[in-house]
């Protein structure tokens, strides 16, 4: 009986450190994240472009230069899409298309990439300030590596291509132009 009440309480004490120890989805997930990190892609558990989407979902983010901005567009998975939404290429549709047409490079890598990517692969998104990749991490780091190419082959065809027009700085002797009282109660009828 003594035996049987020192094995409950060794049980008792082991179970909680089972439960602490990481699953293998989770060491695979920690080097894919690691293994990405050390690419230069910033990962981050945030909530996705999606309607309806409760909770976060990780964000694979490959940042443009601040001096080579990127064109706002955002591709969502057919699964995952409207019907409302415009088709792309390879089950992937427009939530929201860029304003002017991507450069020949940029549409060559993009579509390459939405042939390749994971079906948990759920959206494209970019920003001015980055390309993200939303999706679930099914593979690992060394199958994620063979995406890495056509993502920075992307992310250098983007940048520089931003819908936002950027002005040259105001030089020291420069001063912004004058607008007349008239052409502010012009432009408010």
Do not use: C
């Amino acid at each position: 009986m003594e035996w049987l009440i020192i094995i409950a309480i060794m049980l008792f004490v082991i179970a909680p450190v089972m439960w602490l120890k990481p699953s293998p989805r989770q060491k695979r997930q920690q080097a894919l994240r690691t293994q990405m990190g050390k690419q230069g892609v910033t990962i981050k558990l945030e909530k996705p472009p999606l309607h309806h989407f409760k909770g976060t979902m990780p964000a694979y983010r490959w940042h443009y230069p601040q001096s080579a901005l990127g064109p706002d567009f955002l591709l969502v998975r057919d699964s995952n899409a409207s019907e409302a939404l415009a088709p792309y290429h390879a089950g992937w549709r427009w939530r929201i298309a860029p304003l002017r047409p991507l450069p020949e490079e940029a549409e060559i890598a993009l579509k390459a990439l939405l042939e390749r990517l994971p079906q948990d692969a759920l959206v494209i998104q970019s920003t001015a300030y980055s390309l993200t990749l939303w999706w679930w991490e099914s593979q690992t780091a060394e199958r994620f590596a063979t995406y890495l190419p056509e993502f920075q082959q992307l992310q250098r065809s983007l940048q520089g291509h931003s819908d936002r027009p950027t002005a040259p700085p105001l030089m020291e002797d420069e001063q912004p132009p004058v607008t007349s009282k008239s052409d502010h109660e012009a432009g408010s009828s």
